[in-house]
Each structure stands twice: as C-alpha cells, then as structure tokens.
C-alpha cells in the first residue's frame, strides 16, 4: 500500500494517479492544503493567490473534465508596481523608460556598465551583475527582500528557477518602443468559485474511503516501513510525503543540519469593502517600498468582475519573527493601503480574515540543495519519496505539482 502524507493538490494528484492501493492522511479537518477556498459575506478569498497558467494541455484537461468551461474565467493577466507616486508596468527592468527621466538615465547607464561575470555568487550577485545597481536597488532587491524576508545574498542564484523574469539589453530596449509582455504567465485560469474548485476536481479522481482526516503522522520507522499516526499504525510499500521536507525528516529520525533549512512565512489578509476602489485593472500590485507593510496587493474583485473591492495583502516574516497582534497589523494595513491610494476613506471594511502560511517561500541556497539531493536519495532508498512545494523544497506552481505527482507515479510503477 502506498501511504500518502497531505491531502493538498501533490497528495491527491498522487493519489488519483497511482493504480497501487493508498491511504491518504490528512492533518487537517478537508482536504485542498493551502489551496483552500473561504466563502464569507459574498466574497471568494483563497489562502492567497493561486493561478493557473497551465503548460501542459494534458493536465489542463485533466482538471477541466470536471469543471464546466462557464465555471472558469480566462483572465488577461495585468500587474503593476508601485513605484511613488506612480505605477510602472511590470517587471520593472523591462519598463524602466516609464520612471522620471533622470532615473530612467540612471538606469540605463548603470545596466549598460554592469561588469559582467561568467559566475554568480548569490541571487543578490546575480541581480546586480545582470541588471546594475539602480534597477536592482529600485526594484529587484527591496522587493524580494521583503518577499522573502532574508538577505538576498543567503539565497542561491536560480532561487526563482523560471519564474524570476529575466531579461537580456537587447530585449529591455526594445521594449520601449515595442511592449511585450515578457513573463511565464501572460494569461492565467481562474474559477468563479475560487482555487477551492480545481482541488475539487482532482479530489473526484481519488476514493474518499481513503482519505484520512484529521489525522496527523508523528513518525516513520523507514526499516520496517511502518508509518505512525495519533490514530494507528500504517504499514506502506511506499510513502509519500508532501509535508515540509525538514519535518519529514525529523520524523523519519534522519540526523541533518537544521541550519540548512530556511523559510519565510506570510501573513495573508483577505479584504472586502463596501465599495469599488480606485483599482479597477490590475490583478495584483507589486510594492517595494519599506514604508508599506506589505508586499503585494491581488484584486479578486477586478479577476472576478465584482463591484466591491475584494483584495488579498500579503505581508512577510522571517521564520523565527513573531507575527504578533493581527488585530495592530490590520490597522496598520488599512492605513498604508489609503497611503499607497489603493483604497479610500470612503469605503468601509466590511468583511475579513487572516491567514499565516508558514512555510510560505523556502529559501533555495546552494547548502539546501546539496543536502536535500544526498537526503532524498537515502529516502528514495527505502521507498519515501517527497514531493510538493514544500515536500521538494523549491518554487514552483500548483501544476508543476500536479505534474511531479504524476511523473512520480509512473517512476513507481517502473521500478516495481
């Protein structure tokens, strides 16, 4: 039997995927992980912003076999930052001819003195060899350093993988006179009903016989393949785990470095007003600006047409940073998005919650991955397998999950 551990979208794609007998345990009282969908006072708040830009037509089809296409909207993706008293199109490096004209020059010249180097030492390295230092201290650093509320410099070159949106000269200049729209992701699905609806349509694939609920594994014992839950004991010929690779490692008893491990987590508000605001297009607003407590706006109201605003606000931690008083952290969010002009005095908060993701990013550093490659593979050796966004320790979408699920239900089957 193939014992899986998380019932979000990697656990359950694995699950509906595998033609082995499995058991999914579930910490949690429903399945979905952070994929999880709120439905409050008329509003549609995920835990915080997931889109689907599929890249895999076979996958796209897989989840829409149980979704009607009137159930899902193709929403023209429109993303700004906010940039004083401006918005500047995004990503910054390819739009730096829509600043003031000395920053703009300043930009330029330092993007074309760049010294270039055939190797970089950290993501904060490459930034600035690729991009020179106005575009970087502009944009690209204060705004990941409060993504991810760490030192750039900790944090491994390809921290980002593909999602970090490159640009070489030739392309930024071009896209002065020529805008393109120069992202993974020009174009996203989303449901009317909320990221809730996708999960929903793997979950129809998977027995719900098997899925165990409120049940949470304490510890592993990898040589006799016993899985130890707060409700019983599971024998598995497999087992997969989509939990935080660090914690699958301490109940599996695997002596490693704890330092090697680092994370953000996020405070997510969920908002919703009386009123429409003064942000009528853009689909979330990238802020890097350390005067505002959070780091990124989304607008479900503009994704889903509605006529009030309804907004996710994400505000990062360090792992070990107290969040402390959410009631404070409100306000003070209210305060700051009337500061940035994304909301009005006028309109009225009627509606909200909060959620903390924690992990929420995970510091990619060349020490994590060379430990997780030696971990993983002593894992692989007695049949445990990690996978998911946190179970492979890397930045990736809920498809790219979806896919790794599947692929690794394939590799199974091959090595029986």
Wanted: hydrophobic share 35%; with cysteine; charged share 25%.
């Amino acid at each position: 039997m193939d014992v899986i551990i998380g019932a979000g979208i990697s656990g359950l794609s694995y699950a509906a995927a595998t033609p082995n007998d499995y058991l999914v345990v579930e910490a949690d009282s429903e399945i979905g992980g952070y994929c999880k969908t709120f439905y409050q006072d008329g509003f549609v708040w995920d835990y915080s912003g997931h889109f689907f830009h599929f890249q895999h037509p076979e996958l796209r089809d897989y989840v829409m076999r149980q979704i009607a296409e009137n159930e899902m909207l193709t929403v023209e993706k429109h993303t700004q930052i906010l940039y004083g008293d401006r918005h500047i199109d995004f990503p910054f490096q390819m739009n730096i001819h829509q600043l003031p004209q000395e920053e703009f020059i300043d930009c330029l010249y330092d993007l074309f003195t760049a010294e270039p180097k055939a190797e970089f030492g950290s993501f904060k390295d490459m930034i600035y060899t690729k991009f020179g230092k106005s575009i970087s201290e502009k944009f690209l650093i204060p705004y990941n350093t409060k993504l991810y509320a760490t030192d750039l410099d900790r944090l491994d070159v390809d921290a980002m993988g593909r999602f970090f949106p490159y640009a070489d000269k030739e392309q930024i200049v071009k896209n002065f006179r020529h805008p393109e729209g120069h992202s993974y992701n020009a174009s996203f699905l989303y449901p009317k009903a909320g990221c809730m609806r996708i999960v929903k349509s793997v979950a129809s694939n998977v027995d719900s016989e098997r899925i165990g609920l409120n049940e949470r594994m304490l510890s592993v014992d990898t040589e006799r393949h016993i899985v130890v839950t707060d409700k019983r004991i599971l024998h598995y010929d497999n087992l997969i785990s989509t939990i935080p690779f660090p914690k699958l490692l301490d109940a599996c008893s695997i002596d490693y470095d704890r330092s090697v491990y680092s994370w953000n987590k996020v405070l997510v508000f969920n908002l919703g007003f009386d009123s429409k605001g003064p942000e009528k297009v853009n689909s979330w607003l990238y802020v890097p600006e350390g005067k505002y407590v959070f780091y990124r706006v989304g607008f479900y109201d503009n994704i889903l047409g509605q006529d009030r605003t309804s907004l996710y606000v994400e505000i990062g931690f360090g792992k070990d940073d107290e969040v402390g008083d959410t009631g404070a952290l409100l306000q003070r969010t209210l305060n700051d998005l009337q500061a940035a002009g994304i909301v009005t005095s006028r309109q009225k908060l009627v509606s909200h919650n909060c959620v903390i993701m924690n992990p929420a990013y995970v510091h990619i550093t060349q020490r994590s991955e060379a430990d997780k490659r030696v971990q993983m593979q002593r894992l692989a050796e007695k049949n445990i397998y990690s996978i998911g966004r946190y179970g492979e320790w890397k930045y990736c979408s809920l498809e790219d999950n979806m896919y790794d699920a599947f692929t690794l239900s394939k590799f199974i089957q091959n090595v029986k």
